[in-house]
């Protein structure tokens, strides 16, 4: 049976809160419980009480989960020359190499993964493995089972993908976090992380000047495309950048 047509869980893990939802089956599923926790501290122990308590009244038995992660919890960095790799084995050295020459020694806890951010290219995303061995334990015990594990930006890549065929600049905007990305038309070609400290149309400009200066890549006219977790920032009408929004939490494109 396609997961379509079975009842689902959705949780959302931030930094300092979580979202679980319960859907509906079929391609437009409706949401049958709604229940948000907040978390003490951002480690795997915290994050796991949390959803524990979260979880307690949803009746989950035989229900697959599919955990979003916020970028708090994840690592990125891009890796060339995937064109000649075979199969999700290759894939993952590939993106444990990735994550090891951008932040040396620590990734080697963490759990790899890769998905495809252009022609020859894969977005490389790290996760310590100690948080998603307490996601997958704690969900076991509600009597859910952990079905995937994704980041927030790749699944804007995802989400986003039919626009990245042309230059432009990807947005990723979680609660005071931001990945800004530049694209070539070809594939992802930079990729850095930012904290939402003041407006999004007083920071934008500095980070897009600062990719344009650091990295050589990207130009500052080109339009830009929002993915957005959670509630849009007040002055996205100030931008001066042609936008489109795409929701991360169930809308359509605006």
């Not at 989950?60 to 960095?77: H, I, K, T, Y």
């Not at 998905?115 to 310590?128: F, I, R, S």
């Not at 990207?218 to 929701?247: F, K, Q, W, Y």
């Amino acid at each position: 049976m396609s997961p379509s047509w079975r009842e689902r869980l959705q949780v959302e893990l931030g930094a300092q809160a979580l979202r679980v939802r319960r859907l509906s089956r079929g391609w437009r599923p409706r949401v049958l419980a709604d229940e948000q926790g907040a978390l003490v501290a951002n480690t795997p122990e915290a994050a796991a009480v949390a959803l524990s308590a979260t979880l307690a009244p949803l009746a989950l038995r035989g229900l697959r989960a599919e955990v979003m992660l916020s970028g708090d919890w994840v690592r990125l960095a891009l890796q060339g020359d995937a064109a000649a790799l075979r199969g999700p084995a290759e894939r993952r050295a590939a993106a444990t190499h990735a994550l090891r020459r951008v932040y040396g020694d620590e990734a080697a806890r963490w759990q790899a993964a890769a998905c495809d951010a252009g022609p020859g290219l894969l977005l490389a995303a790290g996760v310590d493995a100690a948080l998603v061995e307490r996601l997958r334990g704690t969900l076991q015990a509600a009597g859910a089972k952990l079905a995937s594990v994704q980041p927030s930006f790749a699944q804007a890549v995802n989400r986003c993908r039919r626009w990245l065929g042309r230059p432009g600049w990807l947005l990723c905007l979680e609660p005071g976090l931001a990945t800004l990305a530049w694209c070539d038309g070809q594939g992802l070609r930079t990729l850095r992380r930012h904290r939402l400290r003041r407006s999004l149309r007083e920071e934008l400009p500095v980070w897009i000047e600062q990719a344009r200066l650091t990295e050589g890549h990207g130009e500052a006219e080109s339009e830009l495309t929002i993915a957005c977790r959670g509630a849009l920032p007040g002055d996205m009408a100030e931008l001066s950048l042609a936008t489109r929004v795409v929701a991360l939490d169930g809308g359509e494109a605006r």
